[in-house]
Antibody
Framework: EVQLVQSGAEVKKSGESLKISCRGS????????IAWVRQKPGEGLEWMGI????????RYSPSFQGQVTISADKSTSSVYLEWSSLKASDTGMYFC???????????????WGQGTMVTVSS | VLTQSPAILSLSQGERATLSCKAS???????LAWYQQKSGQAPRLLVY???TRATGVPDRFRGGGSGTDFTLTISSLEPEDYAVYYC??????????FGQGTKLDI
């Protein structure tokens, strides 16, 4: 069974650092890109960036370049999303998702993690 | 940029729903997808490649369109179809762009 399991909810203060995770199983993890998507409370979906775990090739949305770091660890089949200094505006639900794992195309995110809620207080 | 309309669509069970997604530039390689998101859940892929339904998606959902104008049609609304729907485009950067969503309401 294909799974993307994300780490649990986080409550942090402005200025703190944070690293959340997404662990894949049930498929050939290193060979499928994994994306991060943000959803602020009551708002829509925003693509943040994507990583290819096999070689850690990473691409960022211009809106998130320099604001977060995406990384991968093949040995644990995990990808990470990291902030060095959180802001209140980073509050939201963060989803990992993978294109093509369920047989669609690279253009469609066909499998999603359950989401990690990040709350940042000022 | 993807612009979805209407922002809110209020329809009754059994009615036909037509959701629109307009791209600011021509969509190449048919990389246009639709997602359904219910409250408190992760999005679910419904349609990819403009017209192909994802595994397990009922055939009352139909994607269509070309160029810059795309639609998702739900032929006869069921109670479980009330949700927010997003269109999404992909280019080979790779980069994924979402529309702002259409809420399908009773």
């Amino acid at each position: 069974e294909v799974q993307l399991v994300q780490s649990g909810a986080e409550v942090k203060k402005s200025g703190e650092s944070l690293k959340i995770s997404c662990r894949g199983s049930g498929y050939n993890f290193p060979t499928y890109w994994i994306a991060w998507v943000r959803q602020k409370p009551g708002e829509g979906l925003e693509w943040m960036g994507i990583i290819y775990p096999r070689d850690s090739d990473t691409r960022y949305s211009p809106s998130f370049q320099g604001q977060v770091t995406i990384s991968a660890d093949k040995s644990t089949s995990s990808v990470y999303l990291e902030w060095s200094s959180l802001k209140a505006s980073d509050t939201g639900m963060y989803f990992c998702a993978s294109p093509g794992v369920m047989g669609s195309t690279p253009g469609a995110l066909d499998f999603w993690g359950q989401g990690t809620m990040v709350t940042v207080s000022s | 940029v993807l612009t979805q309309s209407p922002a809110i669509l209020s329809l009754s069970q059994g009615e036909r729903a037509t959701l629109s997604c307009k791209a600011s530039q021509t969509v190449n390689s048919n990389y246009l997808a639709w997602y359904q998101q219910k409250s408190g859940q992760a999005p679910r892929l419904l349609v990819y490649g403009i017209t192909t339904r994802a595994t397990g998606v009922p055939d009352r959902f139909r994607g269509g369109g070309s160029g810059t104008d795309f639609t998702l049609t739900i032929s006869s609304l069921e109670p479980e179809d009330y949700a927010v729907y997003y269109c999404q485009h992909y280019d080979h950067s790779p980069r994924y762009t979402f529309g702002q969503g259409t809420k399908l309401d009773i």
